[in-house]
């Protein structure tokens, strides 16, 4: 009988003994992720007594952490582009204002020969005309942007809408020197993508390559085993890795001393597109040619 009662008290006073580590330690975590909760730290939790279920939870908090500051690092990473974003709409609209408000001045003078303002009403026109890509620009991205987005999913003869693409820029393929060389599949090619979509890609990735190409560009439609691929290349001696990397970015520019009509959102624009249809659209730097490739599953 002394015997179990002994044996009782041992196990109780286990018990008791583990229970009140087991309580030292759920206070040393809550102190820990107080300490974290309010920035005075970003370490991890770590244990001073093991017991698996404890360390299961921490494990738990220290992932849960994790994902807290990976959300942290997005929400700045989102500011800051919000920033920089409506910095550069401010710039991008407000200097062909200013040329604009400018010349309808000039033209309001009556010291304006008739050769004078036809000129300066040709340049408000264009500066007209620029803002008018601008503001199209970024009501297209805000709305690709948006979960609602509308895409019409339908089979879509790749080849034929290539074709079209590619005769309407035959005239600016022409004023720039460039032969392009095409290279199709033999079989017919259907995808399952909204044409209209589809053909704003086309036209942004073909406009891209003419604009910074010094040289041929090469457009490639391949069919692969899992996947369909449309390529678009250039020479583009000047870019380099770090900037391939950002060519998807809003409002980048590889050429920041680049003027003309557009903001820096047509690649947005086109890999927004090939999201919404199930697409993907990547950018690589191969032995200074700058290679886009459209893909979509077999």
């Known amino acids: 009988m002394l015997y179990i009662t002994l044996i009782s008290v041992i196990v109780a006073l286990f018990f008791l003994i583990r229970l009140f580590f087991i309580k030292k330690e759920i206070k040393r975590v809550t102190k820990q992720i107080n300490q974290f909760n309010h920035h005075q730290t970003e370490k991890k939790i770590d244990l ?110 790749l080849n034929h809408l290539l074709l079209e693409v590619l005769v309407g820029f035959y005239e600016a393929f022409h004023q720039r020197g460039i032969e392009p060389i095409v290279t199709l599949h033999e079989e017919e090619i259907t995808i399952k993508a909204d044409a209209s979509a589809l053909k704003r890609v086309l036209e942004n990735l073909l406009s891209n390559a003419i604009k910074h190409s010094r040289d041929n560009v090469t457009i490639s439609l391949q069919k692969k085993q899992a996947s369909i691929e449309l390529i678009i290349s250039n020479p583009a001696p000047q870019l380099t890795e770090s900037e391939v990397s950002l060519l998807f970015d809003r409002f980048y520019k590889a050429d920041q001393t680049r003027t003309g009509k557009g903001a820096g959102l047509g690649l947005s624009i086109a890999k927004g597109l090939m999201r919404k249809m199930d697409g993907n659209l990547t950018a690589q730097l191969t032995d200074q040619q700058l290679v886009m490739t459209c893909e979509w599953k077999a």
């Open 48 to 157: 001073a007594f093991f017991d698996k279920h404890i360390e299961k939870l921490a494990k738990e908090i220290n992932d849960q952490m994790d994902l807290t500051k990976q959300a942290l690092a997005e929400k700045r990473r989102t500011e800051n582009e919000l920033k920089q974003a409506i910095a550069n709409i401010s710039h991008d609209i407000r200097t062909p204002m200013t040329s604009i408000l400018g010349y309808i001045q000039l033209l309001e003078s009556a010291d304006v020969s008739p050769e004078q303002r036809k000129e300066y009403t040709a340049i408000v026109k264009n500066g007209a005309l620029r803002l008018k890509v601008l503001l199209e620009d970024f009501f297209e991205l805000s709305i690709i942007e948006s979960a609602d987005y509308p895409v019409r999913i339908e089979p879509i003869k």
